[in-house]
């Protein structure tokens, strides 16, 4: 499995971009993962590869991550903001703007968290990477009190049409669009697409991402104990990445512990792909929230565009893409027999599933290659740092409104 390597950025030649070609950018996150695949290993490849020089502040402590040195890259470590514990990161966050801000050309923020550290601050070269929608997923947050949930969604709400004024938005999926009464740039949250990849294998099914209780940690662990018993263990489900919560790790540990799942913990984005390749199918097992009706799990381009089968409940866009590719099973909500039922299905069957694998590698390569993204995510920037006009939604290479993609312009 090998990727092409993505072809550079063209350089404009005169004007306020072409001034804004090598300015240094500033990427915060308190909230994500150091090694979020959207944020590092997307958006800040594609600035480095433009040449801008970055400058990226996250809890890496707090996450245990060492960061591995890059060119161009400068790395700077922030408390995490978790649960009620977030205001030693806002205060340090907000120190750091101050600081460093005036220094670089753009800076792009990825928590609205921040949005309360920049207030008070002249930003105008701040940018907002929208990656959810934050009041919708507040009615799911097990930290925050019941009675404290709706006035939370107010005001973030209030806090999106602020930030709308005073700064730049890009957005993360089309269904976003709504929420805002301005158009803004969709950068969908895509991956990188391999130009091969194996086929789909017989004795493992993977599920990648961070586990809670609404992405399906019961679902999964009953599931795991039914294709164990159906196959007579030759097929094992696989979860790579980390439990959010004491309820999730609970589940998964405990599942485990009876052979029902195998867990692998926290997997750096390029290791957790390849054990993703070769999976007999990936799994999605999102339930019903409303932070979840808008958006395409990024799990789903992922197994897609590593040839695995996936098996999702019927969320309308996760639904609709394994529809388009042809390269999926979908299961009810929280249906472990049915999820159970359709890997068995896939096992018996490695005709379909290696049908289903080629398809969607084959949409994924077509409709959702980030190389087909990142020239308009570094042109989004660089329209901000040259106070243009950003590029708008339909524009080459920027996501349209149907949630797939456009070529991006490459000769």
């Keep these: 499995m090998t990727d092409p390597t ?25 909230v994500h993962h150091p090694d979020d695949a959207r944020i590092r290993y997307r958006e800040i490849e594609a600035l480095l590869d433009a040449g801008h020089p970055v400058t990226y502040a996250a809890p890496f402590a707090d996450y245990g991550v060492d960061p591995a040195p890059r060119a161009g890259l400068t790395t700077i470590d922030l408390p995490r903001a978790v649960g009620r514990r977030r205001l030693k990161a806002l205060r340090e966050s907000r120190r750091l703007l ?19 550290a920049a207030t008070g601050r002249r930003l105008p070269h701040l940018i907002w990477d929208v990656h959810e929608d934050t009041a919708a997923a507040i009615e799911i947050k ?104 004491e309820e999730s790790r609970r589940i998964l540990e405990e599942a485990a512990d009876r052979g029902d799942l195998r867990l692998h913990g926290f997997v750096a984005n390029q290791a957790a792909l390849e054990m993703v390749s070769g999976s007999l199918a990936g799994l999605s097992l999102l339930r019903d929230e409303p932070n979840y009706r808008h958006s395409t799990p990024t799990k789903v381009y992922e197994y897609l565009a590593h040839g695995v089968p996936v098996v999702t409940t019927p969320l309308p866009l996760a639904r609709d893409l394994v529809a388009a590719s042809g390269a999926g099973i979908v299961v009810p909500f929280d249906d472990a027999e049915a999820v159970a039922a359709a890997v068995v299905e896939l096992w018996r069957d490695p005709e379909r599933a290696a049908r289903m694998g080629a398809d969607g590698h084959a949409y994924a390569r077509l409709h959702h290659d980030w190389r087909s993204m990142q020239d308009a995510f570094v042109e989004a920037v660089r329209a901000v740092m040259g106070n243009e006009p950003q590029a708008q939604p339909g524009s080459p290479g920027v996501g349209t409104t149907d949630g797939s993609t456009q070529p991006g312009g490459y000769s």
């Design 142 to 245: 097990g930290w925050l009190p019941p009675r404290l949930r709706r006035p939370a969604a107010a005001a973030v709400r209030w806090l999106e049409r602020a930030a709308e004024r005073r700064h730049a938005l890009l957005l993360a999926e089309p269904g976003y669009t709504d929420r805002f009464s301005r158009t803004h740039p969709v950068i969908p949250n895509t991956t990188t697409v391999p130009e091969t990849v194996a086929p789909p294998g017989s004795e493992r099914v993977v599920y990648l991402g961070a586990v809670t209780v609404a992405r399906g940690a019961r679902t999964m662990a009953e599931a795991g104990r039914l294709v164990r018993q159906h196959t007579d263990g030759a097929v094992s489900v696989e979860i790579i990445g980390p439990p959010r919560d």
């Design 98 to 116: 101050a600081r460093l801000a005036p220094a670089h050309g753009a800076v792009i923020i990825h928590d609205p968290e921040l949005l309360l």
């Design 6 to 30: 993505p072809p550079p950025v063209r350089e404009p030649s005169s004007g306020p971009r072409a001034r804004a070609a090598n300015r240094p950018v500033l990427v915060v996150t308190v």
